[in-house]
């Protein structure tokens, strides 16, 4: 694919959020989100109750919670950690677990006829909310974890004097995807790695407590050096 201009999103400083443990989301003073654009639904499936938010602007079909979660009991938000897909250092390997993934996930829902894939670029592009940190919309959750994880995960990462190199490595593997939100597509960059998009913004409460000078933002990226979470889309029925 053809190299993309790099998209950088700021947020205003018209902004507030409550103070939590948890990631919160912040938009820009003055944002109204369309309430008409996306509708969620819950689907029957072989593994239970499947839900999936639909895109009434682009005709997708989005799976509501990233591979590897499960919906809550109040289907509300998503439970367990999500799955990262990634980097084997090796182009081809790491499409290819992609793509277990993806047949994985259609075995256990026992979708053959409309089948689950990666989102395209473009796809992934649609659903990135620019004046919104998390840069997503309400309708999608996203993977979370405490202030207090985070903070545990980034003196993990850097005990290397303490810690094996996998501890340490997989710890800020970890810290990178759940604070810059990546999300894979399934799409070449121009280095024949995945192309991401980074949903973070960086300036939600949480990840400013990590890097407090930091300027961060919601982008496009040709590769993707730690891997990243992957939503399943489809077009509607």
């Not at 989100?33 to 499936?45: A, V, Y």
């Not at 499960?70 to 182009?91: E, F, H, M």
Request: negative net charge; glycine residues 6%; contains cysteine.
């Amino acid at each position: 694919m053809k190299k993309a201009a790099l998209l950088m999103f700021g947020l205003s400083s018209g902004w507030t959020a409550q103070a939590s443990d948890n990631l919160q989301r912040v938009c820009t003073q003055g944002y109204e989100e369309d309430q008409e654009r996306f509708e969620t639904q819950i689907l029957p499936t072989a593994s239970g109750d499947l839900k999936v938010i639909n895109d009434r602007q682009t005709g997708l079909q989005w799976q509501f919670c990233p591979v590897g979660q499960a919906l809550s009991a109040d289907q509300q938000s998503c439970t367990g950690d999500a799955t990262i897909v990634r980097d084997s250092g090796s182009p081809t390997g790491t499409m290819a677990s992609q793509a277990i993934l993806i047949g994985q996930e259609n075995e256990r829902l026992g979708e053959r006829q409309h089948a689950w894939r990666a989102p395209d670029i473009n796809e992934l592009m649609s659903i990135m909310n620019p004046d919104c940190s998390p840069a997503l919309y309400t309708a999608f959750v996203y993977p979370k974890k405490t202030l207090t994880e985070l903070k545990h995960l980034k003196t993990l990462s850097e005990d290397w004097q303490n810690q094996p190199d996998d501890v340490t490595s997989q710890a800020k593997e970890t810290l990178v995807n759940y604070t810059s939100l990546y999300f894979v597509s399934d799409s070449w960059g121009d280095d024949e790695q995945y192309a991401v998009i980074s949903f973070s913004n960086y300036n939600f409460n949480l990840v400013n407590e990590l890097y407090p000078n930091h300027n961060g933002h919601a982008n496009y990226q040709n590769h993707n050096i730690w891997g990243g979470f992957l939503r399943l889309v489809r077009s509607q029925p």
